[in-house]
């Protein structure tokens, strides 16, 4: 399976971006797919997560600001990111929920400051 995370990018703090994660197999049949981000010096962790039925969850640290959403049909996952602020900052990857160790792929830098 390979997961390749996309739309990355530097943006002001209250900016917006729109991440993408395109799969080689369905994603309907890995089920839950998430979100993860791991900032400078700091451990990876969880961001977002949809399941096959839509049914989201999200780290607090995100509430209200991102949005998860899949479009099965073209095997991808996309991460809405609004209101970004600077702690948001990370590298971003894509993932099955909980994870799993073969599935990471190569993530995308989001950098916001101004």
């Known amino acids: 399976v390979q997961l390749q995370a996309s739309g990355g990018g530097l943006v002001q703090p209250g900016g917006s971006l729109r991440l993408s994660c395109a799969a080689s197999v369905s994603i309907f049949s890995i089920n839950v797919m998430g979100w993860y981000r791991q900032a400078p010096g700091k451990l990876r962790e969880f961001v977002a997560a949809i399941s096959s039925n839509s049914s989201t969850n999200y780290a607090d640290s995100v509430k209200g600001r991102f949005t998860i959403s899949r479009d099965n049909a073209k095997n991808t996952v996309y991460l809405q990111m609004n209101s970004l602020k600077p702690e948001d900052t990370a590298v971003y990857y894509c993932?099955?929920?909980?994870?799993?160790?073969?599935?990471w792929g190569q993530g995308t830098l989001v950098t916001v400051s101004s």
């Open positions: 993932n099955a929920y909980p994870h799993v160790d073969d599935y």
